[in-house]
């Protein structure tokens, strides 16, 4: 069954690709302003796609910026338009939820790198007319954070109420702390770290070496090939998918059992759940994901060391830092452990930051910051709570 | 024996009026301790209530640490600044002066170096405020004494076996070892097992002896 999908001919190779121009988005095009990146070089034009939710208030003092992860993209709390799937935070954020889109005005732009609307290396290159592929330039955190104040800037909005994201979007609240301190009231790092562990590192490049390894990869010229890694991409995403998740939550939710069958047909077929499981995760990731942008963003990830940028020092980061911090890890969460969370609240008590952490008990691994976690959300709504009342909010909501 | 002075707090009336609407006395009288305003860190804050009390009645800007993860949870989710955390452990990475007050309330018996949590506390704030149960309460000699076991009261209700509580001391000897650690005892207020102040004027065997708990600001001897 796997053998068909992943081999199967790319779909409307004619059509405008959602890189270029994305559906039920918004798009800012930077014509004339580059971004300046720390690879040395600067990328222009560019465009950021992204939706907003919510209103912004007269004082411009309720904007929420949501970062995503690794796989993530703009449509935070509304329908994703390829997979026709609910938004992919929206136990968290939406009217009523913990980031209230009938308070706050919340902005989810599609990171620099990615393959949803803002330019990244499957988008055109409008020098060649052609997709950029490898010669699209190496991006960082940083280079995210850099393209998303640019876009603040064209919406016009000065300080943000809160940045908030998990995982890589963790990393992203991290950095716009340590790189816009005045700018940032409030943050919300979510399962993440301050620097990208070897371990990390290793995971990333066995994903990366399964999309290269793959022969339709076409040293990732694919897109002008008329070709697709599909199964390489499709690995990389099964082993990075099993990283997300727990040994526990693995067996409570597939435990040794059989997929459809009795018995072990004695052969390679996905006998155990647990390997149909991964299978249909990988299928369905490379419908609406370009294999050059994990490239691209896993490798941001890896070169993400905050303490690196100042001296060595965390705390110097976030020296005199006038931002409030709630940090929250997972128990589970072995990708980015609770004591990842623990040195950035260490950095943070050191930079004497009004700063809270939670670490939530849960079986569900690293992706427990998109599940269904009630603490999770009575803290998130309540360290929001707490903010807004000292930001003014509320009295005009 | 010491600088100290039992007689310039005002714990009469305001304390109790306000215990009876719901607050637990000492952390009324350790409210009262701090200045208005004032940026505190409250070592084992519980579930925050005291910081609640501190940011409502004393305008403070008001940081926990707490052990229990229940706990921190529960006061994140409430909105106030609360990290996971352990007296023991965690208080060296605060920098110098960073508060100015550090309080410790009803944590110091459950230290594993209170002399160590001691010296941080004043290390990282101006001032300290420290309030325990007071081992050498009457009723807690009594226990011992003549039924030969190991005293339970209402402060102090666990089994030996399964107490958090590993340091127990007297008022008499918190006051030893403030001289030892040289600080310096700036006010003090005993309460009796109803949960009433002690007089101002009894010498401090008295205290020693009918004193439930005890509530000391301390500050350092610079």
Redesign the interface.
């Known amino acids: 069954m796997s053998e068909a999908s992943l081999t199967g001919s790319r779909e409307a190779a004619d059509a405008p690709r959602e890189a270029d121009q994305p559906h039920d988005s918004l798009v800012a095009h930077f014509g004339d302003r580059p971004l300046r990146l720390d690879a040395g070089v600067e990328l222009s034009p560019f465009q950021i796609a992204y939706k907003t939710y919510g209103r912004l208030n007269a004082a411009r003092s309720n904007a929420v910026l949501i970062c995503h992860a690794l796989t993530g993209d703009q449509h935070v709390a509304s329908v994703h338009p390829v997979t026709k799937k609910a938004g992919w935070w929206e136990t968290m954020v939406g009217p009523g939820r913990p980031i209230d889109t009938e308070r706050y005005f919340v902005i989810c732009p599609n990171v620099v790198g990615a393959c949803m609307g803002t330019t990244g290396p499957s988008s055109t290159d409008p020098k060649t007319g052609k997709p950029w592929g490898l010669d699209f330039p190496v991006i960082t955190i940083r280079d995210m954070v850099r393209a998303q104040a640019m876009l603040l800037d064209h919406l016009g909005i000065e300080s943000l109420f809160t940045v908030a994201g998990g995982s890589m979007g963790g990393m992203q609240v991290l950095q716009w702390a340590a790189s816009y301190p005045e700018r940032v009231f409030s943050a919300l790092p979510i399962a993440c770290a301050t620097r990208h562990s070897a371990q990390n590192i290793a995971f990333h490049e066995v994903g990366r070496q399964a999309i290269m390894a793959d022969p339709e990869w076409r040293g990732g010229r694919y897109l002008l090939e008329n070709t697709n890694p599909r199964r390489g991409l499709a690995v990389a995403r099964m082993g990075a998918h099993i990283t997300y998740l727990s040994d526990a939550a693995l067996h409570r939710k597939f435990g040794r059992k059989f997929q459809d069958r009795a018995n072990p047909t004695f052969s390679f077929d996905a006998d155990f759940e647990v390997e149909s499981y991964l299978r249909h995760q990988g299928i369905s990731f490379v419908e609406r994901f370009d294999a050059n942008s994990y490239l691209y963003l896993t490798r941001a990830m890896d070169y993400f060391d905050l303490a690196a940028d100042h001296d060595g020092v965390l705390a110097k980061a976030f020296h005199r830092t006038p931002t409030?911090f709630?940090?929250i890890s997972f128990t589970s969460d072995w990708l980015f452990p609770t004591p990842e969370s623990r040195a950035i609240?260490?950095a943070l008590?050191?930079a004497?930051a009004?700063?809270?952490?939670?670490?939530?008990?849960t079986d569900k691994g690293h992706d427990a910051f998109l599940l269904d976690e009630p603490?999770l959300f009575?803290?998130v709504?309540?360290?929001l709570?707490?903010?807004g009342?000292a930001r003014g909010l509320g009295s005009e909501s | 024996m010491s600088t100290l002075s039992r007689a310039d707090i005002d714990v009469s009336a305001t304390g109790i009026a306000r215990a009876a609407g719901g607050a637990r006395v000492d952390l009324v009288l350790v409210a009262e301790m701090v200045e208005r305003g004032a940026k505190v860190l409250d070592v084992g804050c519980g579930d925050g209530e005291l910081l609640r009390i501190l940011s409502e009645t004393r305008d403070v800007d008001g940081r926990g640490i707490e052990l229990s993860r229940e706990g921190v949870n529960e006061c994140v989710a409430k909105g106030l600044a609360v990290i996971q955390g352990d007296a023991d452990t965690d208080l060296g990475n605060y920098p110098d002066d960073a508060f100015d007050y550090v309080i410790l309330s009803q944590t110091l018996q459950a230290t594993r170096q209170p002399r160590v949590v001691l010296e941080h506390m004043l290390r990282i704030g101006r001032h300290a405020v420290v309030s325990f149960p007071n081992f050498g309460h009457w009723q807690v000699r009594l226990q011992l004494l003549f039924a030969g076991h190991m005293p339970r009261t209402d402060m102090l209700p666990f089994s030996w076996y399964d107490t958090p509580n590993i340091h127990h001391c007297t008022i008499k000897d918190f006051r030893q070892l403030c001289t030892a650690v040289g600080v310096r005892m700036e006010k003090a207020v005993a309460l009796n097992a109803w949960g009433s102040p002690l007089r101002l004027n009894a010498p401090w065997w008295f205290w020693n002896l009918f004193g439930e708990q005890a509530v000391f600001l301390l500050s350092r001897r610079d």
């Open positions: 409030r709630c940090v609240v260490q008590n050191a004497s009004r700063v809270s952490f939670a670490e939530i008990v603490e009575a803290i709504r309540g360290f709570d707490g903010a009342k």
